[in-house]
């Protein structure tokens, strides 16, 4: 990947199109958007395929991030963030889907990579 330096932030086109990040969210994504993004689309596409394979299949998943934690004192250093998925699915059972998080989170290659850094708390509802 290339990056060039924009008047605002940085740019960089990649196969499904051009990112641009700027520390001014009104420009381009913000660093530590793209960070939390990048956990909740790991998680998100993990967890779907662990039940799918537990043959719990995930027929609508919705994921709010609940909570940023940042340290103005270091940077604005990411703390803590907490990821909660709210999931539909008829063969859903809840100690099936509360083993199906386990394995995500010890599976997500992002939440793997912060793992001793950031803590990721990881909740689900059954919707």
């Known amino acids: 990947m290339k990056y060039v330096m924009t008047e605002h932030g940085l740019?960089?086109?990649?196969?499904?199109?051009?990112?641009?990040?700027?520390?001014?969210?009104?420009?381009g994504f913000r660093p530590y958007q793209l960070l939390v993004s990048s956990l909740v689309g790991c998680s998100g596409g993990v967890l779907r395929k662990v039940c799918e394979k537990m043959r719990m299949p995930i027929e609508d998943m919705e994921i709010e991030v609940l909570e940023v934690l940042r340290n103005p004192e270091e940077a604005?250093?990411?703390?803590?963030?907490?990821i909660h998925f709210k999931l539909r699915g008829d063969q859903l059972e809840e100690t099936k889907v509360e083993k199906a998080m386990n394995l995500t989170k010890k599976n997500c290659s992002m939440v793997r990579s912060v793992d001793q850094s950031i803590e990721v708390v990881e909740t689900f509802e059954l919707i």
């Open 11 to 27: 740019e960089t086109e990649l196969e499904f199109g051009k990112l641009t990040i700027s520390g001014d969210e009104t420009k």
């Open 76 to 82: 604005s250093r990411l703390e803590k963030v907490h």
